[in-house]
Nanobody, 113 residues
């Protein structure tokens, strides 16, 4: 399964971006979501969503980010509002298929004025 992420870029502090990630095959995906990794930091959870719509968010993004998925399209979305400079990172999408986790190539998000 290949995951194609898009939607990253440069945004000013307080701005918004919407990330998308689509799986290459029509298969059952249990959980989909996003992690991020800033230079020198460990990869951290941003948001996850199960096949039934249950969601989980990292503490720092609650109330500002919203994750959604389209099961028919095997696509997950991440709406990011009120972005902060410290959220500059590479954002990676993932998909859990049976006992295997697949990762996308990462998309850069830069929050800067």
């Amino acid at each position: 399964v290949q995951l194609q992420a898009s939607g990253g870029g440069l945004v000013q502090p307080g701005g918004s971006l919407r990330l998308s990630c689509a799986a290459s095959r029509s298969i059952f995906i249990k959980d989909m979501g996003w992690y991020r990794q800033a230079p020198g930091n460990k990869r951290e959870l941003v948001a996850d969503i199960g096949s039934g719509g249950n969601t989980k968010y990292g503490d720092s993004v609650k109330g500002r980010f919203t994750i959604a998925r389209d099961n028919a399209m095997n696509t997950v979305y991440l709406q990011m509002n009120n972005l902060k400079p410290e959220e500059t990172a590479v954002y990676y999408c993932h998909a859990d298929v049976v006992s295997t986790t697949f990762w996308g190539q990462g998309t850069y998000v830069t929050v800067s004025s």
